[in-house]
């Protein structure tokens, strides 16, 4: 894949798969140094979590913007006998 090709994507949660068809998901980290990059072959970082991975962008072969769950909610857990106010 080409560094232009990947440039609408640097703000999202994406997917790469790569030629030996391993799946990476994660944010790019390192928008701003692909942007700058004056040569083709430049690393993209993803980060998901507290997991990072690195992935040179010629290994790419394409990119999804996978489906995510709603992890806006915070949930509720009920309160078990030991915890209720007398």
């Known amino acids: 894949m080409k560094k232009d090709e990947l440039i609408p994507y640097l703000n999202k949660f994406i997917t790469v798969i790569?030629?030996?068809?391993s799946?990476?998901?994660?944010y790019v980290s390192n928008?701003?140094?692909?942007?700058?990059?004056?040569?083709?072959?430049?690393?993209l970082k993803l980060i998901n979590g507290m997991f990072t991975e690195e992935v040179p962008i010629s290994e790419i072969e394409s990119i999804e913007?996978?489906?995510?769950?709603?992890?806006?909610?915070?949930?509720?857990?009920?309160?078990?006998?030991?915890y209720k106010n007398n």
């Open 31 to 43: 928008a701003k140094e692909i942007i700058e990059a004056e040569e083709e072959d430049v690393v």
């Open 65 to 82: 913007l996978p489906e995510r769950e709603n992890t806006v909610s915070i949930p509720t857990i009920e309160l078990t006998d030991g």
């Open 23 to 26: 799946e990476h998901t994660g």
């Open 18 to 21: 790569l030629k030996n068809t």
